[in-house]
């Protein structure tokens, strides 16, 4: 099965993608993790990128699509994969369907208001990358080191990756529900129940 996850930043896209490709046994592929991967590491790619991160702003197409086409080239996509974070515009959407098919998009809808709740408390752990919350304490369970808060959860940046998810992200959903393979997820519920949703819309009743 292939499917395509997205949702405004907040919405738990990761968290769901991560639950999905557990249960299909299916890669979770997420270009923003890459690139965040890049930027650690230095890479080429990660200097080019990053100050379109730390703003908030869409990494290029170019690079975007690249990284994403040779992605699903690995074999181990060859029985499907789930997207979390591509693509997020109409460019990206048209040349997706050049090289793959879609076989659902599932959208989790989240108000603008809760996703500026969710992240100005989400924080990170340096080490393990698992993302938390500040509920939870100030140091990450696993690691023991101090959480931190990723450059572009900052109030001023989330303001303008919302702009941008609406501006850009957003019509897409309209691109997808011309093919009907659309499945849209109330994402203001508990991580269980947004689960439970999703595998009801996917028709996965076992
Ligand atoms: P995410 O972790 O999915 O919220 O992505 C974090 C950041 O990575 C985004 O704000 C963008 O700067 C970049 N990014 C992730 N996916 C894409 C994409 N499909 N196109 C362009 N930039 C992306």
């Known amino acids: 099965m292939n499917i395509i996850i997205f949702g405004p930043p907040g919405s738990g896209k990761g968290t769901q993608a991560r639950l999905l490709a557990d249960r299909y046994g299916i890669p979770h592929i997420s270009p923003g993790a890459m690139f965040r991967a890049a930027m650690k590491s230095k890479t080429k790619i990660g200097l080019q990128i990053k100050d ?27 029985e ?90 957003q019509p897409l959903i309209e691109y997808y529900k011309n093919k009907d393979i659309v499945r849209m997820i109330n994402g203001e519920q508990s991580e269980e129940n947004v689960f439970k949703d999703i595998l009801l819309g996917l028709g996965d009743t076992e």
Not at 54 to 77: H, Q, S, W
């Open 80 to 169: 499907g994969f789930m997207i979390d974070g591509f693509p997020r515009n109409l460019p990206q959407a048209e040349a997706l369907d050049e090289f793959a098919h879609i076989d659902f998009v599932i959208v989790l809808k989240v108000s603008d208001k809760e996703v500026i709740n969710r992240l100005s408390k989400r924080r990170q752990c340096p080490k393990c990358d698992k993302i938390t919350s500040t509920e939870e304490g100030e140091k990450c369970r696993d690691c023991k080191v101090k959480l931190v808060q990723r450059d572009d959860d900052k109030p001023q940046v989330i303001k303008n990756r919302l702009l941008v998810y609406h501006d850009l992200t």
């Open 52 to 78: 379109f991160m730390d703003k908030g702003n869409y990494v290029p197409d170019d690079i975007t699509i690249a990284m994403v086409k040779k992605r699903l080239e690995d074999v181990d996509c060859a």
